[in-house]
């Protein structure tokens, strides 16, 4: 690997949990040596909700790698294999699979504020 380019096979990182929900993900932003960015996949299994939320000053992007389903502001959106989501710092987002099969994603997030173990500007709305 250069210090200029590099690659990961997801399938080689060990699978974690998030903090907030039973949803796998897999880190890669170290192992891909990013520094100006969060990359992470997230494997969400049939039945699984990720925490809604909002990232302060930080916008990501949702990679579709299988069909998928993300949460947008509480309206459930079905996304097609290959597309791609846009997210703004303040809109509440979560992947969720009201499905049978096994959702894949790719997450990117710049600036890269927070990570998985310290989510930093990762904001939880409270459900008053």
Partial sequence: MSEGFSTVDPEGVPEEQFDTCETSVRKLTERLGAAELRVNQVIVEPGEVTTPHTHEGQEEVF????????????????????????????????LLNHTDETHVWLAFGAPPVGSVEDFGSYVVEDGD
């Fill in 63 to 94: 990679v579709a790698m299988t069909d998928g389903q993300i949460g947008i502001e509480g309206e459930v959106h079905d996304v097609a294999e290959g597309e791609v989501v846009r997210v703004h710092p303040d809109t509440v987002r979560n």
